[in-house]
């Protein structure tokens, strides 16, 4: 079964600098997707970014860009100049490409953006 | 933009009653999830619908747990006895199927169950 781990419970970062958040996933498989989600105090799950296991360019949103290691299975994301709007839950989840494509996530990292 | 809609958005209820979840996902979408978060804990998949049936559920999706499609537009998760444990936030997803970013699920804001 697929796992995705995040080891770090919470981060904390001053605003206008820069944070990695880090995820890790195991799987046997070579076709998937990964996302990170962001989920503020409202608890509504908001998409941030997604890449695609066959794209080895890794994946950018304005301020948010992942580093990709498909061969290490890790997926961090890289969250610059940081706003107090930053401040949540971030969630790691994988994806199997086909089938019912369920979203598996990890524990989450909040994450507090100090003034 | 298109978002998906869940009703309501905190439901109570005594324990062993029945309540129904309500999700409206994307009009385009073709395929529908439910996802169940405990409070404080990470979110876990409970069952994926397409083409009008369950294409996949996971362990915590028991018999108490049922899907409909009752129309073509809304998306209920029905609980038919509630226990204690059923308290979480639970969230509709849906994404398209074929074309586009048909891999992205999209959320809805979730419903709160407390059940007392």
């Known amino acids: 079964a697929q796992t995705v781990t995040q080891s770090q419970p919470e981060m904390s970062v001053q605003e206008a600098e820069t944070v990695t958040l880090s995820c890790t996933y195991d799987t046997s498989e070579s076709d998937y997707y990964l996302f990170w989600y962001k989920q503020p105090p409202s608890r509504q799950m908001i998409l941030v970014i997604r890449?695609?296991?066959?794209?080895?360019q890794n994946a950018t949103e304005n301020r948010f860009s992942v580093n990709f290691q498909k061969a290490a299975k890790s997926f961090s994301l890289k969250i610059s100049d940081s706003q107090l709007g930053d401040a949540a839950m971030y969630f790691c989840?994988?994806?199997?490409?086909?089938?019912?494509?369920?979203?598996?996530f990890g524990k989450g990292t909040k994450l507090t953006v100090n003034p | 933009e298109p978002e998906v809609t869940q009703t309501p958005s905190h439901q109570v209820t005594q324990m062993g009653q029945e309540v129904i979840l309500r999700c409206v996902p994307i009009s385009n979408h073709l395929y529908f999830y439910w996802y169940r978060q405990i409070l404080g804990q990470k979110v876990e998949f409970l069952v994926s619908f397409y083409n009008n049936e369950i294409s996949e559920k996971s362990e915590i999706f028991d018999d108490q747990f049922s899907v409909e499609r009752p129309d073509g537009s809304n998306f209920t998760l029905k609980i038919r006895s509630t226990k204690l444990e059923d308290s979480a936030m639970y969230f509709c997803?849906?994404?398209?199927?074929?074309?586009?970013?048909?891999?992205?699920?999209?959320f809805g804001p979730g419903t709160r169950l407390t059940v007392l």
């Open positions: 989840a994988y994806c199997l490409r086909g089938g019912s494509e369920k979203l598996v």
């Open positions: 997803a849906s994404r398209e199927l074929g074309g586009g970013n048909t891999d992205t699920q999209y």
């Open positions: 890449q695609e296991a066959y794209k080895q």
